[in-house]
């Protein structure tokens, strides 16, 4: 197993992680500047009023995301069982 391979390897495992993880954090960061915009507007200083609807719009994207967030992975997956060759000999 050389250094390239391993190199190579930990690249595309952070490159998918942070893909996969992108529209979960993005959806609760958008939600929560929201709600916090509101909130200050608004003068509302209920703590369960961030918090459910961050939940709700990060299922909504969990739904929405899914079917390419599974693709992703598989691809990933394929890629590192190509590779299991190359890096065990």
Do not use: H, R, Y
């Not at 939600?31 to 915009?37: E, R, T």
């Not at 992975?73 to 190509?82: I, K, P, Q, Y």
């Amino acid at each position: 197993m050389s250094e390239a391979n391993v190199v190579e390897l930990s690249t595309q495992l952070m490159w998918t992680a942070a893909l996969l993880a992108a529209p979960i954090l993005l959806t609760a960061l958008i939600v929560g500047l929201a709600v916090s915009l509101f909130q200050g507007l608004t003068s509302l200083q209920d703590q369960t009023l961030s918090f459910v609807p961050k939940i709700i719009a990060v299922g909504i994207a969990l739904v929405i995301a899914a079917s390419w967030m599974v693709q992703t992975l598989l691809s990933f997956t394929s890629n590192v069982f190509d590779m299991l060759p190359d890096l065990l000999g």
